[in-house]
């Protein structure tokens, strides 16, 4: 007997948990699966781990650049310790009551569809649960780490994410492969907690390529000057393992071999849709699910299939996921109710030009909207305007030597901001101010009576400005 739910949801990460309760407010009846963890990877392998090792190795730095303060030697333990409790000692009892209190009722198994509307979930221990959707399945099964087809790489065992975040201890001598955010902030982190031979391999001329391209060059500066040895252009040829749990040898087309106790793959990650029924709904292919900007899947049969999260591949970011889960969840509940469902809330634009994401390495580097080389290539008539970071008044106060820079990316036409990126410490928290710039297309003649406070690194949108012209 098959039991029948206005919505199910499966796959139980931020974006699944969202488009939950997003749909449980709207009055709707949901059944939320999940085969592994309520909280999906972010809440125990990813955003809130990575970010628990890499905070003390951080403040210690900070600690550093002020004269007259010293910073102890980080308890490696006392950190792990820490980060154990911030990942509830991967335990989802807290989660799964938030599930059910939304209401929703949680479903522990493996979704699979079998048809439109129809998702048949294996419980742990082999028993068979067939839920039926009334109006919508939403899938939100994240992603997986890739590892490259490199000669002996899968047979060496690597570290994926998931062993970084989850270390028990932390290897002597760790090499780590990629230098997009993950293999910089866990580079960063693991060498500071102890992994003192450290070294990182980028592909290409500096790490953070999707960034400009001052963000990966100040980022790796900071890593060199800290004691990671980064090796740029590395293109990896042969790995490994002299024994399981020996040493490995990571070979490379140019200059000479990295040994290390351990290494961290960290080359990107793919759509979690295998062996999700998605023939059964006449979808082919194992790329990310192609979807509309109101989150339905393309193509499915049925019509009632919607995907948010990793799993479309759009933004591969928490609070990227949620914002789309909570258009999705709105979306459907106003086509359950028959009500509209195109006003301007129920459409996720911003994944397209505005999403916003921070590296949170020393120093922080963080970006929304549109690089120059993007903009550009979209066609936009483009002004780019930089400032160095260290020649703001309220920069110097928080660091001796600070070093940083910020972009503002400007449509010409429409005198808008079009992107924006800061690299420094604590640059952070200035992003929102730009991601509200960037989405509500403010124009540079309005952001000029947005006068930021003084002595605040927040002043240099006044340089900004200044060099612009204004
Ligand atoms: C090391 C690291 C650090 C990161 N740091 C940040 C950060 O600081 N900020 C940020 O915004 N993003 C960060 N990210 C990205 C972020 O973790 C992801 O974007 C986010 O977790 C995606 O959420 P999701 O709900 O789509 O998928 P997930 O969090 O992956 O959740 C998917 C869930 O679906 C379940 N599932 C999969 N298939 C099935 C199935 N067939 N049946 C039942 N359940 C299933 C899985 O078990 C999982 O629990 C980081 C990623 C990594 C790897």
């Known amino acids: 007997m098959s039991e029948e739910f206005d919505v199910v949801v499966v796959g139980a990460g931020p974006a699944g948990e969202n488009v939950a309760a997003r749909v449980a407010r709207g009055g709707l ?40 303060l010293t910073a102890g030697p980080v308890d490696t333990a ?66 997986r780490p890739v590892i490259p087809p490199v000669p002996g790489l899968a047979e060496a065992a690597p570290w994926t994410s ?38 990182l391999l980028v592909r290409g001329a500096s790490p953070l390529g999707r960034m400009e391209p001052f963000a990966g060059e100040l980022v790796a500066a900071s890593l060199a000057a800290g004691g990671v040895t980064v090796r740029t252009g590395a293109r990896v040829t042969r790995v490994e393992r002299s024994a399981p749990g020996g040493a490995v040898t990571v070979h490379l087309a140019e200059g000479r071999p990295v040994e ?34 109101g989150m339905r899947v393309l193509g499915a049969g049925g019509g009632r299939l919607y995907a948010v999260g990793d799993v479309n591949g759009r933004n591969l970011l928490t609070h990227m996921g949620k914002y789309q889960a909570r258009v999705c969840g709105d979306v459907i509940v106003a086509r359950a109710r028959g009500g509209r469902d195109d006003l301007p809330a129920m459409r996720a634009a911003a994944d397209g030009y505005g999403a916003p994401q921070v590296v949170f390495t020393d120093p922080q580097a963080c970006a929304v909207g549109r690089t120059e080389e993007a903009a550009r290539a979209a066609g936009f ?10 020649a703001v008044a309220g920069a110097s106060l928080l660091a001796e030597g600070y070093r940083g820079r910020a972009k503002f990316v400007v449509d010409e036409r429409r005198r808008v901001l079009l992107g924006a990126t800061f690299v420094g410490q604590g640059v952070a928290e200035l992003l929102h101010a730009a991601t509200v710039a960037v989405t509500a297309e403010v124009t540079l003649e309005r952001l000029w009576h947005a006068v930021p406070s003084f002595p605040t690194v927040g002043e240099v949108w006044l340089r900004l400005l200044e060099e612009y012209g204004l």
């Open 260 to 293: 290390a106790d351990e290494l961290l793959v960290a080359t990107g990650r793919r759509a979690a849709t295998a062996d999700l029924g998605l023939d059964t709904v006449g979808l082919s292919g194992t790329g990310p699910l192609e979807v509309d900007d």
């Open 29 to 68: 009846s949901v059944a939320v699966v999940e085969e592994g963890l309520a909280g999906g990877e972010c809440s125990y392998w990813a955003c809130i781990p990575s970010k628990a090792l890499l905070r003390p190795v951080e403040l210690t730095a900070e600690v550093g650049r002020v004269p007259g």
């Open 162 to 199: 998931r062993e970084a975040t989850e270390a028990r201890a932390v290897p002597g001598r760790l090499a780590v492969l990629g230098g997009g955010v993950v293999g910089c902030e866990m580079a960063q982190a693991l060498h500071g907690l102890g992994a003192g031979e450290t070294t």
């Open 381 to 390: 008539e483009v002004r780019a305007v930089e400032y160095d970071l260290g």
């Open 78 to 143: 006392a950190v792990l310790a820490r980060r154990d409790e911030l990942v509830a000692h991967l335990d989802d009892t807290g989660q799964v009551k938030w599930i059910e209190d939304l209401p929703a009722r949680f479903v522990r198994g493996r979704g699979r569809l079998r048809g439109s509307g129809l998702v048949e979930v294996t419980a742990p221990g082999g028993a068979v649960l067939p839920l039926r959707a009334r109006h919508a399945v939403v899938l939100a099964t994240g992603s």
